[in-house]
């Protein structure tokens, strides 16, 4: 079987045991646990927040608004927990845990884009063989095939099996409902577990905590724009698609988030200023992402994606930015700090 490292850049496929050693004693990362423990410490923080203002709410309003503040912390630690768990276990924990999560989010995403009944044929191959196969070569670290199965075989399958069915009814916006859905939710999300492949000598095989970075940067990013946008958020950037969403949420909380990637530049093969750019890259393309999955809610009517997660939605609405900044950061980083 073909294998090569995730060593892209100017050297496309690099060895076979260098890509193995960047998961040696990982757990035992002193970054990486000063990076967990700052996350914990924050989320008791919060809770000792949270449990204050529960007691001190009086109107209905405000309990219900603490009370879904305290679900969403209270979920934040569940999603930490496992998150953390995931990378303890190495890169198969962490790879079988973002296919879960591409699993469930294809789910919600297909939930909520209806398809016909001459679909599920393909439905199956899409959940139960592609998907699956797509993380067997993420884990194998065949990088050849994780880059080209989706974009490529799979996309010409897809219309080849649906069609097989006979139902031409709206075929098109069948098809591409369903590519789209394998897109996003799989082969896009399946880039933020594969850092943990890169070839990266600054970081002497400690991938982890760069993987943790970036998923800190994108649940921060989302984070501080709400705060700031709610605090301060005046001027609407998309009405229509995201109300929520405002130019002073995004350029403070960007700010605020691109100062908290560039003061942790030392969990990163990055300088501090490199940090603070790639964190730019991260929040821009977060952003993004959060407002083309918030256009296809509002073409659905919907508000969430689902309800797995309380106080946070379904599986989507947490991975919304992360889908358009992880294949983003994986390839800039893979070039230019190869």
């Known amino acids: ?97 973002f296919g879960f999560i591409s699993f469930m989010a294809l789910r919600e995403f297909i939930t909520l884009t209806p398809t016909k009944t001459g679909d599920h044929r393909t439905l199956f191959w899409v959940f139960f063989i592609i ?27 897809v219309p080849l099996r649906t069609v097989l069915s006979g139902d031409c009814d709206r ?40 993987l943790f970075w970036f998923v800190a940067i994108v649940e921060l990013s989302d984070v501080m724009q709400y705060v700031w946008g709610k605090t301060c958020g005046r001027r609407k950037i998309a009405p229509t698609v995201s109300p929520g969403k405002t130019w002073e949420g995004f350029i403070g909380g960007g700010l605020t988030t691109v100062a908290l990637g560039a003061g942790l530049w030392w969990a990163t093969p990055f300088s501090p200023l490199e940090a603070a750019a790639m964190a730019a890259l991260v929040v821009a393309m977060g952003f993004a992402g959060g407002l083309v999955m918030s256009a296809i809610k509002r073409d659905r009517g919907v508000k969430d ?32 700090f190869h």
């Open 305 to 336: 994606w689902g309800g797995a997660i309380a106080g946070h939605g379904g599986f989507m609405d947490r991975m919304d930015s992360l889908s358009f900044a992880a294949p983003v950061f994986f390839h800039v980083t893979g070039y230019c």
């Open 1 to 97: 079987m073909p294998t090569s490292s995730f060593g892209i850049g100017r050297d496309t496929c690099l060895c076979y045991e260098h890509a193995m050693a960047s998961f040696h004693s990982t757990p035992d990362d002193p970054a990486l646990l000063q990076l967990f423990g700052g996350t914990l410490a924050l989320l008791v923080i919060a809770s000792v927040i949270g449990f204050l203002l529960a007691k001190r709410a009086t109107g209905d309003a405000a309990k219900i608004t603490i009370a879904n503040l305290n679900a969403r912390i209270n979920a934040w630690w569940l999603m930490v927990l496992v998150f953390a768990g995931a990378l303890a276990a190495g890169h198969l924990g962490t790879t079988i845990l």
């Open 131 to 157: 998907t699956p196969l797509h993380y067997y070569y993420l884990a194998t670290h065949w990088y050849g095939m994780f880059l080209i199965l989706i974009p490529v075989y799979a996309f010409l399958f």
């Open 171 to 210: 075929f098109l916006e069948r098809t591409a409902k369903i590519q789209w859905g394998l897109m996003i939710c799989v082969y896009c999300i399946s880039h933020a577990p594969a850092i943990l492949w890169l070839d990266l000598p600054a970081l002497h095989g400690q991938n982890a905590k760069l």
